[in-house]
């Protein structure tokens, strides 16, 4: 998906109740540039739909001529949402994608937990699946294998909240996934999204995210910090926020709006924007 409509989704998204950074619509955006460079189709599944923030921009990520979008989500049965992360809409999910189904795109949408999906029944093979549903072990496990038994070889599988103090069944069940298939590693992290791909096609997606040109094309970079370091045996491409601007948000607000407004730039709005930089660098330490 490329940058402008990247910038497009995020405002549309903006409007929908989620849990789905702006950034993360970028680096979406990125890996699924990624993919479409390579030749690499095949449909898009998501585990925990809710509102469709997110689904909208997979939906965006789509080619409607050949691609479709599968979505579960246990929506009104909230009885089976055993670890209470998020509560589903259909009637305001279907609402959010109806542009998309009107210019074509195939919309399947399976109402169940995810446990008992069988990958022989799904409408696959996938080249991209969101794990954001359940968030106890036992739920995110079976998500992680079902989406491995359904991706194409060089797909992705992307997961939500991997290392979040909240939802430690997360990062337990992505650690097992990772400890019973030894053909995939994690690639990248950041925007409260763990990108994993299999170890054979994993260079594909590292070596476009270690480069700054793309990343600076997509917005994915500063207020945020890059760094790389081992996780389970393999380099992780890290995106983060330094300790100082997690610690004064004021700031990192305002560095977040003047990379992503470009007219900031203007050469009239100088002196005031070097005014605010001095400001910030006066309060930020060494």
Known sequence: MKPKKSRAIIKQQRRIEGWFE???VM????IDEIQKSQGITGNLFEIGAHHGRSAVCLAAMAAAEQESLNLCDIFNDQQ???SGSGSGDLAILEQNLLPFKKY???VKIHKQNSMSLNPHDLDGP???FHIDGGHNVEEALSDLKLAAQSLLPPGVIVLDDPFQPGWPGVTEALIRFLD????YCAVAVGYNKLLLANRKHA???ADVLRSEGARQLHNIGPPYEIKELPFHGDPLIIFYLSAYLQKHRAIFRLRKYYRSHKWLNFPVFAPVISIIKKLAQMREPN
């Open 22 to 24: 702006d950034e993360a």
């Open 27 to 30: 680096l979406f955006a990125l």
């Open 80 to 82: 089976s949402n055993v």
């Open 104 to 106: 074509g795109l195939r």
């Open 126 to 128: 996938f080249r991209f």
């Open 180 to 183: 019973e298939n030894s053909n």
């Open 203 to 205: 260079p594909i997606y």
